[in-house]
């Protein structure tokens, strides 16, 4: 069995992306203003990982609870709570 590995790049243009390998495209993009780098004092890459960490849970959670529900999609029941 294979692993896939994540990694997170800061690219030369200030984007800070997730990726599966240099081959693939992003699965996610950040991008933090001057403003927001000069107020974390150069810490912008660790607000990243919590950042990505804590979206790669919640996508996780989310397709748990998708399995064990069944697909109810089908029959058109969504709810979404943005907050």
Same mark, same amino acid.
């Given at each position: ?5 994540? @990694?997170?790049? #800061? *690219?030369?243009? $200030?984007?800070? =992306? ?16 001057? @403003?927001?780098? #000069? *107020?974390?004092? $150069?810490?912008? =890459? ?23 529900? $069944? ?13």
């Amino acid at each position: 069995m294979s692993k896939e590995f994540l @990694e997170i790049v #800061e *690219l030369p243009d $200030g984007r800070i =992306i997730l990726r599966r390998s240099e081959d693939e495209p992003p699965m996610v993009t950040l991008m933090f203003s001057k @403003e927001a780098r #000069e *107020l974390l004092k $150069g810490k912008y =890459i660790d607000v990243a990982k919590s950042m990505f960490h804590a979206g790669l849970q919640t996508a996780g959670q989310l397709v748990a609870e998708d399995f064990e529900e $069944g697909d109810e999609e089908s029959t058109g029941a969504t709810n979404h709570t943005l907050h």
